[in-house]
């Protein structure tokens, strides 16, 4: 049976995760020249929004400006404001955004000791029925000599104006106070980039979550009869604290709205920033968890070979409007500098997808493993290529992080216990095998006229040949085995996949997933403890005891949870998707090496989440092995 992976009916069975890498078919494309550019001192211009002004069609772009790392006492963060009145083909800048005593740390909300200091993150609501402009904008009080007060204070807060363009008139209190709400949302600890929003009766706030130390991000929610309050408590909406799946870590902002539906778009926090989730809830009932559902894991945005876009995405998430069939968005990245680019991009809102896929990869390596097992084959691809990449004909690895923390990359071991070619853009090619350890052994090596562009392989009971560009490569023996194909590229690299035809009998598939994945999308990091008695199979494993989770998100039907037994340990419960399912004794009176303790199968095929916890003591958490079937098999195109 033949089936083409670079089709966009075939989109869902890649593997898309928020720290190894994301495939995308979406089909937006970048609409003139870059907006903007960073320059010192404002290196890091990384957040913004975009507004279409109803009354007159003009389109307008807020800059978010910040020092490189965020922060700089003598430089605080503010906004820029620029226009198009040509749909964005070109922009012109209107300057800043609020008046030069803000920015000089001369403005005080009503009551407090300290001056406004920053406000980089803005958003634009307009309301029809009162002709004003609302601009949601974050603050902070933080000195010019960068030093730490009990008085100080961030949060967000609400001005409105007659123009998009401003003047701002800022309402005397903030609608959301860091210092205020410390200690009512668990282990968030901060709010900030927020988006206010019209409903029928009321008003409704989204606000960015995270928390120093547990690297969580999450969104909550206020409400308010009318912009000037009063405001009720927050509540949260999205976390990792949820038992579905939920992809993790990911940052939400800014929120927008299309048919009475609003949107939350998420991008990564891990190194590369490659992967996008979309978020949606129908807006009047938006301010009840259960309203929220993914509607979009990965494939929303893709990176371009582009000198403004060498760290792929950066900051924030993209943020627009949908107007005449039309998705419109602003997207920030980073340049081969470090320094931020805002852009604009569309596509088509009801064709979000197009055929080929996008695989980048920026401060790291990216990887993506093919949800269908493969063992004789024939496979025909066709792709340009910038950097390096690896077809792994026979996929193995450990899947995960290699940090339970933001800027996470591939995990080393994710590579290995693999066979496959490596290919650069050069010219230079090499048959690779790597061990369990990830130890690579070259099978053979050479250079081509030109840089790779097709390939052909075909295997046959255990014997491969390989043809690039047409030319015979290579002819050697691979484990003559079922395994999944796998698609990495390398660090300041980028795929663009064409074609991707595999014809073969496509078989179940087996992943592994390591312990630091579990930490991080649990988020407690620092509830575990780092173990180096017990016989794991992973290499880092962890133990940890009382209010400690571990969860995965998976795509498979069934997976078996592997753990070592020792004398400290007790036992632990397996839960899915919310639902109980049992425990498992993890006790020995010896060490024993880490096998499977608890087995799962019969799910429905698709996205999962497999929750561990404690049941009694100590409990470790080691390894995932998750199962399913190949894609169900839909009518090509």
Same mark, same amino acid.
């Given at each position: ?8 009916l ?24 870059t907006v ?6 404002y290196e890091?211009a ?26 700089? @006492?003598?430089? +605080?963060? $503010? ?6 009145? #040509? ?6 800048? !209107? %300057? &800043? ?39 949601t ?19 967000a807060?609400?001005a409105?104006s007659?123009s @998009?363009?401003? +003047?701002? $008139? ?6 959301? #106070? ?6 009512? !949302? %668990? &282990? ?54 949820r ?24 991008? #990564? ?13 129908d ?24 000198e ?6 950066w ?5 627009g409007?949908?107007?005449?069939g ?13 320094c ?9 809102w ?6 080929g ?5 920026h ?15 024939t496979?025909d691809?066709?792709?340009t290529?910038?950097g ?6 026979r ?21 290995a ?19 369990k350890?990830g ?29 690039i ?12 085995e079922a ?5 990495a ?16 009998d ?11 994945d579990?930490?991080l ?5 620092q ?28 795509n ?9 037994k020792g004398?400290g340990?007790g036992?632990m419960?397996?839960?899915v ?21 608890y087995?799962?199968?019969?799910l ?5 989440g ?5 049941w ?6 080691d390894?995932?092995e998750?199962t ?10």
């Amino acid at each position: 049976m033949e089936h083409d992976y670079a089709k966009a009916l075939r989109r869902q069975a890649w593997l898309r995760h928020p720290s190894l890498g994301d495939p995308s078919f979406d089909a937006f494309e970048k609409i003139g020249d870059t907006v903007h550019r960073s320059r010192p001192p404002y290196e890091w211009a990384v957040n913004g929004s975009l507004f279409r002004d109803p009354p007159t069609g003009d389109w307008y772009l807020y800059a978010g400006l910040y020092p490189y790392g965020y922060s700089h @006492p003598q430089h +605080p963060g $503010h906004f820029v404001i620029y226009r198009s009145r #040509s749909q964005g083909d070109s922009w012109e800048c !209107l %300057g &800043r955004g609020f008046e030069d005593e803000y920015f000089a740390g001369e403005v005080y909300f009503p009551g407090r000791s300290l001056p406004l200091r920053s406000c980089p993150d803005v958003v634009m609501q307009y309301d029809a029925e009162t002709g004003l402009y609302w601009l949601t904008y974050d603050w902070s009080t933080k000195p010019l000599n960068g030093e730490s007060t009990p008085d100080d204070d961030s949060g967000a807060a609400l001005a409105w104006s007659e123009s @998009p363009a401003g +003047p701002f $008139h800022r309402l005397d209190a903030p609608f959301f #106070s860091n210092r205020e709400q410390k200690g009512k !949302l %668990g &282990r968030f600890t901060r709010g900030y980039a927020s988006t206010v929003l019209k409903r029928r009766r009321d008003w409704i706030a989204f606000i960015l979550l995270d928390s120093w130390g547990f690297d969580a991000w999450g969104l909550c929610c206020m409400t308010a009869p009318r912009p000037e309050g009063p405001w009720s408590e927050p509540r949260l909406l999205l976390s990792g604290d949820r038992m579905d799946y939920y992809p993790a870590p990911v940052e939400f902002y800014p929120c927008f709205v299309h048919q009475d539906k609003v949107y939350a778009p998420a991008t #990564s926090v891990a190194g590369n920033r490659n992967y996008q989730a979309l978020f949606a809830a129908d807006l009047e009932d938006a301010h009840h968890p259960q309203a929220w559902s993914l509607v979009q894991d990965g494939g929303f945005w893709h990176s371009r070979p582009l000198e403004d876009e060498a760290y792929g995405i950066w900051g924030q998430t993209v943020h627009g409007f949908v107007h005449e069939g039309r998705l419109v968005v602003m997207y920030p990245a980073k340049d081969s500098r470090d320094c931020g680019t805002l852009s604009v991009a569309a596509r088509p809102w009801d064709e979000p997808f197009t055929d080929g896929f996008t695989l980048s990869g920026h401060q790291g390596r990216s990887l993506s493993p093919l949800l269908a097992a493969y063992r004789d084959f024939t496979l025909d691809a066709a792709f340009t290529l910038t950097g390096g990449a690896e077809l792994l004909l026979r996929y193995g690895g450990i899947l995960g992080p290699d940090r339970h923390g933001c800027l996470a990359l591939a995990h080393d071991l994710c590579f290995a216990s693999s066979s496959g070619l490596v290919m650069e853009a050069d010219g230079n090619w090499r048959m690779i095998a790597r061990d369990k350890q990830g130890t690579e052994t070259t099978l053979s090596a050479g250079r081509l006229a030109e840089a790779p562009a097709s390939l052909h392989v075909e295997i046959r009971r255990g014997t491969a040949l390989i043809e690039i560009n047409g030319t015979p490569v290579w002819r050697g023996s691979l484990p003559d085995e079922a395994a999944p194909l796998a698609v990495a590229v390398h660090q300041w690299s980028l795929l663009a996949c064409s074609q991707f035809r595999i014809q073969g009998d496509a078989e179940r598939y087996a992943l592994r997933y390591n312990a630091l994945d579990a930490l991080l999308n649990a988020m407690q990091p620092q509830d575990w403890a780092p173990d180096n008695t017990l016989p794991f199979a992973c290499r880092e494993g962890f133990t940890g005891e009382g209010a400690v989770r571990a969860k995965w998100n998976i795509n498979g039907d069934g997976f078996r949870v592997f753990s070592p037994k020792g004398p400290g340990l007790g036992s632990m419960e397996i839960w899915v998707d919310g639902y109980f399912c049992g425990t498992a004794d993890l006790h020995a009176d010896v060490p024993q090496p880490s096998a499977p303790v608890y087995v799962v199968s019969g799910l429905s095929a698709g996205r999962h989440g497999v929750l561990l916890q404690p049941w009694q003591g100590r409990m470790a958490v080691d390894l995932l092995e998750v199962t399913g079937p190949p894609e169900p098999l839909l009518k090509e195109k």
